[in-house]
């Protein structure tokens, strides 16, 4: 496909097989696609070999060999030594040299698969086998993985302590040191989406329903393992059930107890191994994780507010809906949809109410029309559930402590942001390559002038100046 929508280029030495190719495609440069479908805005080049795949819109696939995989839109894989076999890779993602993603034939049967949820980011020469499964915005650091693995806490880094022969999970792991990337990526997938027929409603912030429903299962997963651990630590003998141990490491995590820095806190089901999983930073990445479900529906219940036209805080809470569920959400290709819908679009398929692929298209674009006002009702649920109480119920004051807590977390997100590229300006192991600070200003720029962070900085600010003039409304 060539045309208005976009052009697409056919570069030299190609050899192109059984395939289709979407719009403002680019492929060049000695590739071979063999059994594949190319969605709008992708890219082939310099050598990749994309068989029996998927590739979704604005990916790009450089000089890899990539088999029997269904990728996401915003994919980025461009290293000559990468390798991506049976796997569902759910965009936002970018696999570096020397991966080697879904190792042959762990088991005497055939293969299985590996899920990488959006925002996946292994490290150089990571090898992972199959079946493996990873939330959300997990790092790999560099590291054979030598079993299945199941990550089930979303941001996290997961590196391997060779001398304890231990498996390292860090929750929260792009909020405290990654800030900057985080942010930037989700502006920049926005940026770089040239589409121009948007079937599909790609969702690019990394605060959704999807990964908003894997940190509210995050923060009972390390309820439960802390509970257990301080069980352990103090009382050795004496049984705890798994209700008895969240709920105690509920309340240490929410007191902020510093004992839970001193325990040893392992994760259950994370690897197919008999070798411990041990949680670091756990007290941090909790109270992270509560922040961003608080900041993520009281935004939105801002901003609905605001779109109402609700002058005080009677008509705000006469107008939240009594009932909304945060339902479970999939994944369907980048656009999210409840997973009731996604059953209901099978069961439509499955009895021949829909009968044709322009009828599927259909239901994603009225899914994608739906879906502003689904998010909403998901993001009120959630902060209902976080604060244990419903939200017509909720007070002037504890709507203005709300107000607090999201100008707080924007001010820290916004000074990590800042702080995570410093880092860049400040190691001693960057600057060493240039003769002189000057020089070094030069070619990658000062930090003073970075745009990106001056926008964020201005962005707060407004934020703030919207949140002090909400709160003298609700007054």
Request: a positive charge; one cysteine or more; glycine letters at 6%.
């Amino acid at each position: 496909n060539s045309g208005p929508e976009g052009t697409t280029q056919i570069g030299e030495g190609c050899e192109i097989v059984n395939g289709i190719i979407g719009f403002g495609c680019r492929l060049f440069y000695g590739i071979k696609a063999v059994r594949f479908v190319m969605a709008d805005h992708s890219q082939l080049k310099y050598g990749a070999r994309l068989i029996n795949s998927y590739l979704g819109q604005n990916a790009t696939i450089s000089c890899c060999e990539v088999l029997n995989s269904l990728i996401f839109p915003a994919h980025e894989q461009h290293h000559n030594n990468s390798f991506l076999c049976a796997a569902l890779v759910m965009g936002q993602s970018n696999i570096a040299a020397g991966a080697t993603i879904g190792s042959n034939h762990n088991s005497r049967g055939a293969d299985g698969e590996v899920i990488l949820g959006r925002g996946f980011w292994p490290g150089l020469c990571v090898s992972i086998k199959h079946n493996s499964k990873f939330a959300s915005f997990t790092i790999l650091a560099k590291g054979d993985y030598p079993t299945e693995l199941n990550i089930q806490t979303p941001f996290s880094l997961v590196s391997i302590d060779a001398s304890n022969d231990q498996l390292i999970v860090m929750p929260g792991y792009w909020f405290l040191y990654n800030m900057y990337a985080l942010e930037r990526n989700a502006w920049k997938y926005v940026d770089r989406d040239k589409r121009t027929d948007r079937i599909q409603r790609i969702e690019y912030d990394y605060l959704a329903p999807d990964t908003i429903n894997e940190i509210i299962n995050a923060l009972e997963l390390l309820e439960l393992a802390t509970g257990k651990a301080y069980h352990l630590k103090e009382n050795k003998t004496k049984k705890i059930t798994d209700e008895q141990a969240a709920v105690l490491g509920k309340k240490l995590l929410t007191e902020g107890n510093p004992i839970v820095d001193e325990l040893e806190i392992l994760g259950l089901n994370f690897e197919n191994s008999k070798r411990k999983t041990v949680y670091k930073k756990v007290l941090r990445a909790y109270r992270i994780f509560e922040d961003l479900v608080i900041y993520y529906g009281t935004t939105t219940l801002i901003d609905w507010s605001k779109k109402q036209g609700f002058k005080n805080f009677n008509e705000i809470v006469k107008g939240i809906p009594s009932k909304f569920n945060r339902n479970n959400w999939i994944n369907l290709g980048g656009q999210l949809m409840p997973e009731t819908e996604v059953a209901t679009l099978k069961d439509k398929i499955n009895t021949n109410k829909i009968k044709s692929w322009d009828e599927v298209h259909d239901f994603y674009s009225a899914m994608g029309n739906k879906y502003p006002e689904q998010k909403r009702q998901h993001a009120l649920a959630s902060l209902s559930e976080r604060l244990g109480k419903s939200l017509k119920k909720i007070t002037p004051k504890e709507l203005t402590i709300l107000l607090d807590t999201v100008v707080r977390t924007k001010e820290w997100m916004t000074k990590g942001i800042y702080d995570s590229k410093a880092k860049d300006f400040a190691n001693p192991y960057r600057q060493m390559v240039y003769d002189s600070n000057e020089e070094m200003d030069a070619v990658v720029g000062k930090l003073a002038d970075n745009s990106f962070i001056n926008d964020q900085v201005i962005a707060l600010a407004k934020f703030k100046k919207n949140m002090a003039s909400f709160k003298k409304q609700i007054k």
